[in-house]
């Protein structure tokens, strides 16, 4: 199943909070930008704002297709 694309979106940030979410996003394990929006999601939710979770990919190698 194909997923959604995703919207591209330049961001300015300053230096000294991007340093925060490398160290954040390395201790969880993720890229800046997924801690970004794990982050934007907390705080959407915290104001009360409902949200579909996002599709989760499929993770490994593709099965393979019998002959």
């Not at 801690?35 to 999601?41: A, G, K, P, S």
């Not at 409902?50 to 993770?59: G, I, S, T, V």
Request: hydrophobic share 40%.
């Amino acid at each position: 199943m194909p997923q959604a694309p995703k919207k591209a979106y330049p961001l300015r940030i300053e230096p000294a909070l991007w340093a925060v979410l490398e160290r954040c996003a390395a201790a969880d394990f993720r890229s800046v930008n997924a801690q970004i929006e794990v982050l934007l999601r907390e705080a959407l939710g915290r104001r009360g704002v409902k949200l579909a979770h996002p599709e989760r990919r499929q993770r490994g190698r593709p099965k393979k297709k019998e002959q």
